[in-house]
């Protein structure tokens, strides 16, 4: 792997002047929220904002958080946002593989109607109950879509029964290390819940230094304030960089060669590899 999944951050979709802000925020995902943020009542206005919002330009990659595989909302949401300029969809309260693989099915219809590439459309299922904890790993390894996982802590602890304490990481430990223990077993990539507190920077600090210490790439964050500070914590490790190192030379040997797309150790690698993997190699020099 060898990609910036230091942070990814939620924007409210049904509001014009947050988006307008985020187009230009050096988050590594922007993710355009359909969800939790949206109230029932608008939830048709921020589906057709996102749509239109995706045609213009952001400094980094556009993810969409869809509402859950149990809502009503859910097939309207991905017929509406599958098209050019959507790297992937963010799928809240995912229980099983099964869910991701019917998703799947209907991307890929609409891939083709769109005129996209087939699997340009990304997936980042958040993990978010107890079933949901059970099943991570088939949930991570279902489909070669799903690129991370989203740990969310809220959810889970209420389906838990359980109160929330920003002082005690202890009394939800195992569920959060175990999405990323199954993230690493399904070689995607594994991302932390978000710190609520958005002027706490010292907790968020602690919370986040935690969450690599289990193994998580990056973080989940609700404010651009926080952006830096989960940058600061989550650099890329040194084979990520090796492998960006790798990709960046084998590419730029192809194009001279007049090739778009090459094999490497196994893998296909093209040009949304090469810009991953310089976006990579810039952080560290910058």
């Known amino acids: 792997m060898s990609r910036l999944i230091r942070s990814l951050i939620f924007v409210p979709g049904n509001n014009t002047r947050f988006i307008n802000k985020a187009k230009n925020l050096n988050a590594d995902i922007i993710c355009l929220d359909l969800e939790d943020s949206v109230p029932a009542s608008e939830k048709d206005k921020a589906r057709e904002l996102v749509r239109e919002e995706l045609s213009d330009k952001f400094m980094n990659e556009v ?16 017929k509406c946002i599958v098209r050019q300029g959507l790297s992937g969809i963010v799928i809240p309260k995912v229980n099983s ?21 087939e ?15 059970v099943n991570a790993y088939n949930i991570a390894s279902s489909s070669e879509r799903v690129t991370a996982v989203i740990f969310g802590i809220f959810d889970l602890l209420h389906d838990l029964g359980v109160e929330y304490d920003e002082n005690d990481f202890i009394s939800y430990i195992y569920p959060r290390a175990k999405v990323a223990l199954d993230a690493k077993a399904a070689n995607v990539y594994a991302i932390d819940s978000i710190w609520q507190k958005i002027d706490d920077r010292e ?11 289990l193994g998580y790439n990056g973080k989940s964050i609700i404010h651009p304030n926080q952006i830096d500070v989960v940058h600061d914590i989550f650099k890329p490790s040194k084979e990520e960089i090796e492998w960006a190192k790798r990709i960046v030379n084998a590419l730029e040997e ?5 090739k778009g797309a090459i094999r490497l150790e196994g893998k296909m ?10 976006a990579l190699l810039s952080s560290i020099s910058s």
């Open 269 to 278: 690698i093209d040009e949304v590899h090469y810009k991953r993997a310089k």
């Open 254 to 258: 192809a194009k001279r060669a007049g």
């Open 63 to 78: 993810y969409v958080r869809i509402n859950a595989p149990n809502t009503q909302y859910i097939e309207d949401d991905i």
């Open 203 to 213: 907790g968020l600090i602690r919370d986040a230094k935690f969450g690599m210490k």
């Open 97 to 117: 593989a099964n869910e991701i693989r019917k998703i799947e099915e209907l991307i890929k219809s609409l891939e083709e109607k769109e005129g996209l590439r």
């Open 119 to 133: 699997g340009s459309i990304e997936l980042i299922p958040s993990i978010e109950n107890a079933i949901g904890v």
